[in-house]
């Protein structure tokens, strides 16, 4: 498996919010299953929203259920938290 992870903003200001966009990739050779990928926010960070468009994300233990990828599939979470005072 493969995972990329960016951020909107790489700099932002107190009170600000920052959506970051993870992909996990399925790079083969064969299919995965029961996929899960920890993503819990860093210190400084609240917890606003999230997309997930595949599996389920738990903001309080930040563990993404992706569930099943075939080879070559991807899957793709975005988080939206704001910088805590």
């Given at each position: ?51 997930a468009g595949q599996g389920t994300y738990n903001s309080t233990s930040g ?23």
């Amino acid at each position: 498996l493969g995972i990329s992870k960016v951020v909107d903003d790489a700099h932002p200001d107190e009170g600000e919010t920052v959506v970051y966009t993870l992909v996990v990739t399925n790079l083969g050779p064969t299919n995965a299953g029961s996929i899960l990928v920890s993503e819990p926010l860093a210190n400084g960070l609240a917890y606003v929203s999230h997309n997930a468009g595949q599996g389920t994300y738990n903001s309080t233990s930040g563990i993404w259920s992706v569930g099943n990828l075939e080879t070559g599939e991807s899957a793709q979470l975005q988080i939206s938290a704001t910088v805590a005072a």
